[in-house]
């Protein structure tokens, strides 16, 4: 994800980055592109910051620590997933690395045109179809040599996620209907557990990493998430994108029984209980995308 430029610092160890940094980069590593125009892009993301370099090229630099191995699990694996998937991928073009008081590598990736899917989506219902397209799609890619899932990796066990959930919504208090989300959580958690096999899931597909050109999804974006696991962890955008009949259409087509449907809600609520209260004082973008989701969860929980 990409930041909101001037946005408070999220992260007590994160690293601020600038344009003139950037060029000094690219004078340094790829001198071919350093003449381009330099523009920071504006976005409530949380641990990359991306500079549009001209009109075709983008350069994204890690702003955290833990962000450092996504540009270089992207460039082992997107361009071999990319070829079974109906949307757009991200393209790596070049890998930089640590110079000028920058302490992490960094990349050059091939500009995505489009906006984010907050309220830019024609038609939902479609979207509905595109995006379980993509998801069924992802989930058939053979897994064979993906690296094994780390400890808290998306696509595991809800279980891993308790306490996390339960620490967050007491940190909340009275700023979101702490009953009602636990007795939510509570109900996803005690689900039938996935006793499938593994299949490859994004983890993250919420609206800032979906892109949108003409009023329909074109790319999906931002696979740092990117993991072997349970496949309903990409049930999330039926509450944080779609709403009633396109919910049920994403529903239909990927075909999700009642267990599966609980789990993937408690991935999206464990996600925006867990942004809500790391974030309330710094990204009010994340803060209101994080609330659309649980009142989501929430209503669909308890109608």
């Given amino acids: 994800m990409m930041r909101v430029m001037g946005a408070t610092k999220m992260h007590a160890d994160e690293i601020e980055t600038d344009a003139a ?26 641990d990359h910051d991306i500079y ?26 997107l361009p071999k997933l990319a070829p079974h998937l109906p949307l757009a991928l991200p393209v790596q073009l070049a890998m930089g690395h640590p110079a000028e ?14 906006e984010n899917a907050n309220g830019t989506i024609g038609d939902l219902d479609q979207a509905a179809a595109d995006l379980a397209a993509f998801v069924t799609a992802l989930r058939q890619v053979d897994v064979t040599g993906a ?16 306490e996390q959930v339960r620490r ?16 939510s959580w509570e109900e996803s958690l005690n689900a039938p557990a996935w006793d499938g096999e593994e299949v490859w899931v994004h983890g993250d597909l919420l609206p800032g990493n979906l892109l949108v050109v003409g009023g329909r999804l074109s790319a999906v974006i931002d696979f740092g998430g990117l993991n072997v696991g349970d496949p309903e962890c990409d049930l999330q955008p039926a509450w944080n994108v779609f709403a009633a009949d396109s919910r049920m259409r994403f529903r239909a087509e990927l075909k999700a029984d009642d267990a599966s449907w609980l789990r993937g809600r408690g991935w999206a609520l464990c996600q925006a209980v867990s942004a809500l209260p790391y974030y309330w004082d710094t990204n009010p973008g994340m803060i209101r995308q994080a609330l659309h989701a649980l009142g989501q969860v929430l209503a669909d929980s308890f109608p």
Avoid: C
């Fill in 21 to 46: 940094l950037v060029r000094r980069l690219l004078a340094g590593q790829f001198h071919h592109w350093a003449s381009l125009p330099i523009d920071l892009v504006m976005s409530y993301g949380t």
């Fill in 52 to 77: 549009r370099l001209g009109d075709h090229l983008a350069a994204r630099l890690p702003r955290i620590g833990w962000a450092t191995g996504q540009a270089a699990k992207e460039a082992q694996w």
């Fill in 101 to 114: 008081g920058y302490p992490f590598d960094w990349s050059v990736y091939e500009w995505l045109p489009g």
């Fill in 147 to 162: 690296p094994p899932r780390p400890p808290h990796g998306r696509g595991g066990p809800l279980a891993e996620g308790d």
């Fill in 168 to 183: 967050s919504i007491t940190q909340l208090g009275d700023r979101i209907d702490s009953d009602a989300t636990l007795r």
